[in-house]
């Protein structure tokens, strides 16, 4: 079946970066964008940007500067990098496979934690 | 940048309830709208997408309708199983953006 498996929770400290990765399964990795989401301890979702296999990237103004979203297409696996991390990035980070826009298949999340 | 707003942000009702929570888009966005459902600790579920078209395998007391700038989501008849937090999200351009949630609890 499709789905989107992503990497374990991480803990970082302020200032630091943090690399995330999400590996497909089930469908032609390269037929479908790859778009991060978060979401804040309680709060709502929060779309960060998109990725295509092709190398292009769309990102939202507020996380232009210190997001990048990459794919390693022999491994079907997209990234997202984050850096520059504050106490207000806590949040679960989702992928997501973009289908005209909207969300079909998504990562289990993953949770990153900074903190001093 | 298009602004979504949801009313309510809190619902209590019964099994058998009839629910309708309303998404409202701050410009026209056509019928680009989406339904998802998010449970605790779980990623969000699709279950409408262009307004009204219904996810496959989403069960049919679910469905959408709208156009514009208002949109509606509806549960004919709530089940123990739906009750949790509804997004809607706009797919018309970017930034892509959603609703702020609408908890539905148990009454």
């Known amino acids: 079946q499709e789905q989107l498996v992503q990497s374990g929770a991480e803990v970082r400290r302020p200032g630091a970066s943090v690399k995330v990765s999400c590996k497909a399964s089930?469908?032609?990795?390269?037929?479908?964008?790859i778009n991060w989401l978060r979401q804040a301890p309680g709060q709502g979702l929060e779309w960060m940007g998109w990725m295509n296999t092709r190398g292009n990237t769309g990102y939202a103004q507020k996380f232009q500067g210190r997001v990048t979203m990459t794919s390693i297409i022999s491994i079907n696996t997209a990234y997202m990098e984050l850096s520059s991390l504050r106490s207000d990035d806590t949040a679960v980070y989702f992928c997501?496979?973009?289908?005209?826009?909207?969300?079909?298949?998504w990562g289990q999340g993953t949770l990153v934690t900074v903190s001093s | 940048d298009i602004q979504l707003t949801q009313s309510p942000s809190f619902l209590s009702a019964s099994v058998g309830d009839r629910v309708t929570i309303t998404c409202r888009a701050s410009q026209d966005i056509s019928s680009y709208l989406a339904w998802y459902q998010q449970k605790p600790g779980k990623a969000p579920k699709l279950l409408i997408y262009?307004?009204?078209a219904l996810q496959s395998g989403v069960p049919s007391r679910f469905s959408g309708s709208g156009s514009g700038t208002e949109f509606t989501l509806t549960i004919s008849s709530l089940q123990p199983d739906d009750f949790a937090t509804y997004y809607c999200q706009q797919h018309n351009s970017y930034p892509l953006s959603f609703g702020p949630g609408t908890k539905v609890d148990i009454k």
């Open positions: 997501a496979r973009g289908q005209s826009a909207w969300f079909k298949v």
């Open positions: 262009g307004a009204y």
């Open positions: 089930g469908y032609t990795f390269t037929d479908y964008d």
